[in-house]
């Protein structure tokens, strides 16, 4: 974010006064917006609400803002010149449409995280670059030639990285499958996206798991559904839950993270897989099985999947190279019957005929590589050893004061606060001290329980961390 100078000899209100014109007259802010208030632009600068007062009185003397008591300052839809101009009206517009936006929380951690980067972040779910094999990928992309061909690509993904994802899937994730039934998609929330658009309509029922990562993504309100929720104890889910669900609402699909659950950490119980199958086969209903986490198993034994015992095809298979290589590669990838893949890939093909093949070059190379396999014992160790920092860390900074079952795999923490926390409050005093987390109820859950992720902050980050969200729970209950 543009910040003013302060070794320039230019006044810091003129600079602030040029920016915004620079911005008005780019269209960033249209004639009739709304622009931030002085106080909220003086903490974005970094300088006093009166440097901003002076700013927009600037902006004012010469018709480019205008300013009401109660209602702010906008920018003037006359700037430029007398003759009305008939501009857009965008802040509608952005309002408009099918597709929802982020759920509030989440687009206050991202408005939070993209103004001060410092912020100690145990909100992003995704690896530390320390933690992903950039010096391996690096070597292999440097010893081997890609193709040179630029042109579209198979619209169910890159041939050899589906014909290594076929190895891949069996020896580590004990699932027999071909090519033609993988599709390549940009990570798991692509193929979530691509299930919910195509396979499902408006008004149909589905069921997730409380807590659910799938709860805090607007798609499947998007795409009109509806949503029952599935409780997690310590065992997963409860497979008769399910029966009840569709004798009630009929329902059509059922979303599930069998291991290493986002957020609670939970590995659903071996007794329960086999019902939750027989579940599925009586009632023949499809299961979306999200799996981004079992390679973390921190034993180095990581359970199979629901797909590995799906003997008639009840299954959806997600994986992603997210969550165990590189999320920036967004590469992932579904298993599904031969009729959905083709289903999906047209559809996707008209969203963008398809992903780069550069990266789907590079996570096939890197799957098949000797780097792969002493990369997953690194992750795991690393993992395992935030993991207990971050434990012993609430240990110590917040006795008696938050609740946890330790998990074996997964990037997460899922908490439970004594005694429960106004989320929004919580949060707002956590990013004020220089932390930021995701609250519970950002997955369905009451208010009072906290997700944190220690996989991107490091080692000192994580003690720092804790210690301030512990100053930001005891500031609220005192």
Not at 95 to 107: H, K
Not at 156 to 178: A, D, F, K, N
Not at 310 to 316: E, F, H, N, Q, T
Request: net charge neutral.
């Amino acid at each position: 974010m543009w910040k003013p100078d302060r070794q320039s000899k230019q006044p810091l209100f003129q600079q602030i006064a040029d920016d915004l014109e620079r911005r008005i007259s780019y269209g960033e802010f249209p004639p009739g917006s709304l622009l931030p208030s002085e106080r909220k632009l003086a903490e974005q600068l970094g300088v006093n609400r009166s440097t901003v007062i002076m700013a927009f009185a600037e902006l004012r003397s010469l018709g480019i803002i205008e300013s009401q008591i109660g209602s702010g300052t906008r920018v003037s839809k006359y700037k430029w010149g007398v003759t009305p101009k008939h501009t857009p009206n965008w802040h509608r517009y952005a309002e408009g449409g099918s597709f929802l936006p982020n759920v509030p929380f989440l687009r206050r951690i991202r408005e939070a995280l993209g103004q001060r980067p410092s912020l100690i972040d145990f909100a992003s779910g995704e690896l530390a670059a320390n933690l992903s094999p950039i010096d391996e990928i690096t070597t292999l992309m440097n010893e081997n030639q890609y193709t040179a061909y630029l042109g579209y690509d198979n619209p169910q993904g890159y041939v050899p990285l589906r014909q290594t994802l076929v190895s891949y899937l069996r020896q580590y994730r004990g699932i027999q499958t071909t090519e033609s039934s993988i599709l390549i998609t940009s990570g798991s929330q692509q193929s979530l996206y691509l299930i919910t658009q195509c396979l499902l309509s408006p008004g149909d029922a589905v069921a997730i798991e409380d807590p659910s990562y799938c709860y805090s993504l607007p798609m499947f309100q998007s795409a009109g559904l509806q949503l029952f929720r599935l409780p997690v104890d310590c065992k997963g889910i409860r497979p008769d839950d399910i029966r009840s669900l569709y004798k009630k609402h009929r329902i059509k699909m059922v979303f599930i993270n069998p291991n290493f659950q986002n957020p609670t950490g939970t590995v659903l119980d071996s007794e329960r897989r086999i019902q939750l199958l027989n579940v599925a086969s009586e009632l023949g209903l499809p299961i979306v099985e999200d799996d981004p986490f079992s390679l973390t198993a921190y034993d180095g034994t990581p359970p199979l999947p629901l797909k590995s015992m799906d003997p008639i095809g009840s299954i959806l298979y997600i994986g992603s190279f997210s969550k165990i290589a590189a999320s920036g590669l967004r590469i992932g990838w579904m298993i599904a019957p031969h009729s959905v893949v083709e289903r999906l890939a047209d559809a996707r093909q008209q969203m963008d005929f398809g992903l780069s093949v550069f990266p789907q070059q590079v996570a096939g190379q890197f799957l098949k590589s000797p780097f792969f396999d002493p990369h997953l014992e690194r992750l795991r160790m690393q993992l395992l050893f935030k993991r207990d920092v971050l434990i012993e860390a609430l240990q110590r900074e917040l006795p008696g004061l938050v609740e946890f079952t330790v998990p074996q795999g997964g990037l997460h923490l899922w908490c439970k606060l004594v005694p429960e926390i106004h989320d929004g409050k919580l949060l707002e005093e956590a990013i004020r001290r220089g932390v930021v987390f995701v609250p519970g109820s950002v997955y369905g859950s009451d208010s009072g329980f906290v997700r944190f992720t220690f996989a991107r902050p490091d080692t000192e980050e994580i003690v720092s961390g804790i210690s301030k969200f512990a100053e930001a729970l005891r500031s609220i209950i005192n």
